[in-house]
């Protein structure tokens, strides 16, 4: 099944703990990158890769890092959370035509106390 | 920045009728416009697009239209069901996809 996965799905950590969220993709997209959805504020990108070692910054980065060495996987590292950091993230991807449609995961609902 | 705006957070709608949800962009260089659906504790799904060269794309019940001049689509669903209350967000892509804030649409039967 052609799928976007990402884990864990719920997490609670504390303000500084270092964590990743993982996202793999299982449809040979080039095209992967990082959401977060906050009321109101609909769903805001982080950062988006358009293949293999090639990332940049969306619209809000800050707090952010990614890595893409492999084209499946397109992890989200966030060095040292803040509260403000609470949310829902989603992982997508796409062919490189987005007309197409991007193809999201389930979502990560992300606690920092 | 908000270049892609969607104005009403919900709507609500007998099923069997026409449900109605707008959207509104600025930037004009956009070169094609989504609609996705979101269902609680899932991902958005794709749903629906359409090049800005055109001014209307169907697909069964759902139907989009652009409005270039007025930086305006919208999409209608004809005939409304129950199954179709969901969160639905528009997009626009360039570069990269752009989504508006949702809107709630609940189809009451």
């Known amino acids: 099944e052609a799928q976007v996965t990402q884990n864990p799905r719920y997490l609670i950590t504390v303000t500084g703990k270092k964590l990743t969220v993982t996202c793999s993709q299982n449809m040979n997209h080039e095209y992967m990158s990082w959401y977060r959805q906050d009321p109101g504020l609909g769903l805001r990108q982080i950062y988006y890769s358009m293949n293999v070692e090639v990332t940049d910054k969306g619209d809000v980065p800050e707090g952010y890092k990614v890595s893409r060495k492999e084209k499946r996987n397109f992890p989200l590292i966030l060095e040292s959370p803040s509260p403000n950091q609470t949310s829902l993230y989603f992982c997508a991807s796409s062919t490189f035509r987005a007309n197409y449609g991007y193809t999201f995961g389930s979502g990560t609902r992300l606690t920092v106390v | 920045d908000q270049q892609v705006k969607q104005n009403s957070p919900s709507l609500s709608v007998q099923e069997g009728r026409i449900s109605i949800l707008n959207c509104d962009y600025t930037?004009?260089?956009?070169?094609?416009f989504l609609w996705y659906k979101k269902y609680p504790a899932e991902g958005p799904t794709f749903l629906i697009s359409?090049?800005?060269?055109?001014d209307k794309n169907e697909d069964g019940r759902f139907t989009v239209f652009l409005n270039k001049s007025a930086k305006h689509l919208s999409l209608h669903i004809v005939p409304s069901q129950p199954g179709d209350s969901a969160v639905y967000f528009c997009a626009a892509s360039l570069r990269d996809m752009r989504f508006g804030a949702g809107t709630r649409l609940t189809v009451k039967p």
């Open positions: 930037n004009s260089m956009f070169d094609y």
């Open positions: 359409i090049s800005s060269i055109k």
